[in-house]
């Protein structure tokens, strides 16, 4: 039995069986959220994501799923141009296939959406459990940048969104080719920048760039994406502070020094 380290849940490897248990209640809805959405996706996907299995186990509930095949697609520091690029395009296909996914689809299931409300509240953890800890000038600049997106967010896109499309869930072969996407647990309505920014934070500008061809309407994120960046590092120190998970309230707030 393999064991992986995750955030959110207790993590196996079983031959090739994953099995995952959550370990709070955010995370139990996740899975539930995944199970259920994920065979509506499909067949619309063009890359491949898990069959889930939901398992009541006493009071508790786990996730059965078969692996899919390959590794995290961790870096793409030391890939020639064109695997970097063949990587990207394949990339900026899923999104856009994700992206494009009507709302009518979805229309019986209830998504989360990052909507005002959303942002609000997270500003207001933000305000409860991080500002005290960093400047004043760093708090100030960080709710000055949430209240200004909050009055733009009828001008922007709204969309089915992976949610956490970062590097620990892009599967590849290691050569040349995306073999899966897989934690679908944040899915939800919101900006297609969200999950640009997910790529940006993992991958770097130039990579994001080379989603053009796949992507087009990714010049109009473009400038959204160090927005998201800090508010990614911001989220990380709440998760910590609110599930007294000291690492990850230290990467959070170490990462919001580097990037405000």
Same mark, same amino acid.
């Given at each position: ?12 490897i079983l031959g090739n069986i994953v099995i995952r248990r959550p370990r709070h ?39 059965l799923h078969q692996q899919l095949p390959g590794e995290p697609l961790c870096s ?13 395009t394949q990339l900026g296909s899923f999104l856009k296939s994700l992206h494009e ?16 409300? @959303? @942002? ?68 939800? @309505?919101?900006?297609?920048? @969200? ?66």
């Amino acid at each position: 039995m393999k064991i992986i380290d995750s955030q959110n849940s207790d993590v196996a490897i079983l031959g090739n069986i994953v099995i995952r248990r959550p370990r709070h209640a955010e995370a139990i809805a996740g899975v539930c959220r995944e199970a259920t959405v994920l065979p509506l996706l499909r067949d619309r996907l063009i890359l491949p994501v898990p069959h889930m299995q939901l398992v009541e186990v006493g009071d508790e509930i786990i996730t059965l799923h078969q692996q899919l095949p390959g590794e995290p697609l961790c870096s793409v520091q030391n890939l020639n141009d064109s695997i970097e690029e063949r990587l990207a395009t394949q990339l900026g296909s899923f999104l856009k296939s994700l992206h494009e996914i009507e709302p009518v689809v979805l229309s019986n299931i209830d998504l989360p959406q990052i909507d005002r409300r @959303w @942002w609000t509240n997270l500003l207001n953890k933000a305000e409860r459990f991080v500002f005290p800890k960093v400047a004043s000038t760093t708090a100030e600049l960080l709710r000055s940048q949430i209240q200004s997106h909050i009055e733009q967010l009828p001008s922007l896109p709204c969309v089915l969104r992976h949610g956490d499309f970062g590097s620990s869930n892009i599967l590849w072969d290691g050569e040349k080719n995306i073999t899966g996407i897989v934690d679908f647990g944040s899915l939800g @309505w919101g900006d297609p920048g @969200w999950d640009i920014a997910g790529l940006f934070v993992s991958y770097g500008s130039s990579f994001v760039e080379r989603l053009t061809s796949t992507y087009p309407a990714i010049d109009s994120l473009l400038e959204r994406l160090p927005f998201y960046e800090s508010k990614f590092a911001l989220m990380e120190a709440i998760f910590g502070a609110e599930h007294s998970d000291r690492e990850a309230l230290n990467s959070g707030l170490d990462m919001l020094k580097q990037i405000v």
